[in-house]
Nanobody, 123 residues
Framework: VQLVESGGQLVQAGGSLRLSCAAS????????MGWFRRTPGKEREFVTA????????YYADSVKGRFTVSRDNAKSTVYLRMTNLKPEDTAVYYC?????????????????WGQGTQVTVSS
């Protein structure tokens, strides 16, 4: 499966963004999906994950209550709604797919990755 993220841009602190990750192929519902992010000089970190149906989601503590993950299997797309953005949310955001797997915060469980989209939050 190929993953293409979009929606990243420069936004002021306190603002909102919605990222999208479009997947190729007709088997999107077989994949659990995750969002991760990386800032320069840091390891890639888990943001959120969603299972195949959207019925189970997990969030990193740093984004809980501000970010919401969702998916539309008919459109083969997963979304990340980000609100009350902070400068520390500045990063390249990646979506990832885990075939037949559960929603997971472990990046090793994800076989497919997108190229990333840059989110910059100014103070």
């Amino acid at each position: 499966v190929q993953l293409v993220e979009s929606g990243g841009q420069l936004v002021q602190a306190g603002g909102s963004l919605r990222l999208s990750c479009a997947a190729s192929g007709r088997t999107f519902s077989r994949y659990a999906m995750g969002w991760f992010r990386r800032t320069p000089g840091k390891e890639r970190e888990f943001v959120t994950a969603i299972n195949w149906s959207g019925g189970t989601t997990y969030y990193a503590d740093s984004v809980k209550g501000r970010f919401t993950v969702s998916r539309d299997n008919a459109k083969s797309t997963v979304y990340l709604r980000m609100t009350n953005l902070k400068p520390e949310d500045t990063a390249v955001y990646y979506c990832a797919a885990n075939l037949w797997g559960p929603a997971s915060g472990d990046e090793k469980e994800y076989e497919y990755w997108g190229q990333g989209t840059q989110v910059t939050v100014s103070s």
